[in-house]
């Protein structure tokens, strides 16, 4: 895959007119940033170093007080780089009343006038089709797994603790049709090489005792290749080493209203006028990016998808394998002494809010797929954050403007995507910017 692409028709990457912009100088004396990573999540921390790693200067802009601490602070934690399945698919069709009527506790559709809204759900449904879902899902596989080399190569040079691990990951599927469907993509997905097995029942609960407790299911799909890794962690440390080892400036507690490109640099501003400037500017804004980006003219098809999780000390029998619980949609992930349980999909809510009901859908459910897998009493206050969900499932990693590079819209696999969507647009910055060097 290339870039982002969108086929067709669909809604895509747009330009609006915009007035005439007044000018912005630098503000800093001394040398200006080759690059202004704009979001210090999973992304930005990622793409600074991509960025870094090619020997360009950057300047890392975030507006909370440290890094991760957006949608990337406490998500599934899973690296999952096999399993890269688009939402957008066939059987999801006939199932969207009963989503958009909160008939399912797992994943909820709530409608909205907004023609955004309107223009992404319409997107979406295109991509529903057998022929996009096997181009997406194999699309965002191949980014996957270049994100697995670019890892494993970061972790090679740097080896800091992230609470990394390959423990493998087994997909259990409680029907008959959900195990023929994953058999079906698993078969797409065969000629990247990747190691997947089918499982009966009993070759599951052997390989990972705790699915014992878990009641009747259909089968299993084992990828042993799977890792896992804290995401907030690795942004703490990964920050530590940018700063360290690469000269990378972080400004945290910088909220950028603003931002120019269309001048000789790319200008961040706060609503207090204080300026930030670089030669150019990457976009790592995660579910903000859409409406960040309005302003500047630029329409991108992301919209959030809310989710929850929790983590819990182990229990009694807590799975040292990651398990997905497909007909729940739940993931379970061990870090350390802790269970991380991940899940709920809500389209059409962008707040970031904890509501105790739904964490308690979160808890119920995992308790009835492993019961002892955690001491679900201590699962907390939970945390809730906002997939920035594409209706293709694709990230847009591309050059939109002379100045200006979005890096967004990495939805439910924003972590396993990260590594390889920044050598991805790292290339094309220095491509760039050695090309405009040239001239
Ligand atoms: C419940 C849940 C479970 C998930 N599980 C997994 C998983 O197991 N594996 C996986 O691969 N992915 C998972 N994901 C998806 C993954 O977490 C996201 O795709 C990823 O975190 C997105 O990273 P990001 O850096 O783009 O966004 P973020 O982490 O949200 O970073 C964006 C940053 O931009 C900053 N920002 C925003 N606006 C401004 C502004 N105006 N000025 C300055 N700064 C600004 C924010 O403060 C934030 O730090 C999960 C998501 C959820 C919600």
């Not at 290339?2 to 086929?7: F, R, V, Y």
């Not at 970031?352 to 308690?360: A, I, M």
Request: glycine share 10%.
């Amino acid at each position: 895959m290339e870039h982002s692409q969108p086929a067709k028709g669909e809604v895509c990457l747009s330009s609006m007119r915009l007035g005439t912009p007044e000018t912005v100088r630098p503000a800093a004396a001394g040398p200006v940033a080759d690059v202004l990573v704009l979001g210090a999540g999973v992304i930005g921390v990622t793409t600074a170093y991509a960025l870094a790693r090619k020997g360009l200067s950057v300047v890392l802009v975030d507006q909370a007080d440290g890094p991760g601490q957006g949608t990337s602070f406490a998500n599934g934690a899973q690296l999952s780089y096999a399993y890269t399945d688009a939402l957008a698919q066939p059987g999801l069709l006939k199932r969207i009343p009963a989503l958009v009527a909160g008939m399912d506790p797992a994943f909820r559709v709530r409608l909205s006038p907004d023609p955004a809204f309107l223009r992404w759900g319409l997107a979406f449904l295109r991509n529903c089709s057998q022929a996009r879902f096997r181009a997406n899902t194999l699309a965002t596989l191949e980014l996957a797994l270049e994100s697995q080399a670019a890892m494993a190569e970061l972790r090679n040079r740097h080896p800091f603790d992230f609470g990394h691990a390959t423990p493998g990951k087994l997909h259990v599927f409680r029907d008959v049709a959900s195990l023929d469907h994953a058999r079906a993509v698993a078969v797409i997905k065969q000629r990247t090489g990747i190691e997947q097995h089918l499982l009966t029942p009993g070759q599951a609960i052997d390989r990972e005792p705790a699915l014992a407790g878990t009641g009747a299911f259909a089968g299993a799909l084992w990828t042993p290749g799977e890792e896992v890794g804290d995401p907030y962690r690795f942004c703490l440390a990964l920050l530590d080493i940018l700063e360290r080892d690469y000269a990378v400036r972080a400004q945290f507690g910088f909220p950028v209203a603003r931002l120019q490109a269309d001048g000789e640099y790319a200008h961040a501003l706060r609503s207090d006028g204080e300026v930030i400037s670089g030669r150019c500017a990457v976009v790592c804004l995660g579910a903000d990016a859409a409406r960040f980006l309005t302003p500047l003219g630029l329409r991108v098809p992301i919209r959030p998808m809310k989710g929850y999780s929790f983590t819990a000390p182990v229990g009694a029998q807590a799975p040292s394998i990651s398990v997905t619980d497909t007909a729940r949609k739940i993931v379970f992930c061990r870090l350390g002494g802790t269970l991380r349980v991940a899940g709920l999909a809500e389209l059409g809510r962008s707040d970031r809010v904890v509501e105790p009901g739904r964490l308690r859908t979160l808890v119920d459910g995992a308790r009835a797929a492993l019961p002892a897998a955690a001491d679900y009493a201590a699962a907390g206050d939970g945390w809730a954050g906002l997939r920035p969900m594409t209706p293709d499932s694709r990230p847009i990693i591309r050059q939109v403007r002379q100045r200006l590079f979005l890096n967004v819209g990495h939805g439910m696999l924003g972590w396993t995507f990260a590594a390889g969507a920044a050598q991805r647009i790292a290339t094309l910055v220095a491509a760039t910017q050695a090309a405009a060097s040239s001239s």
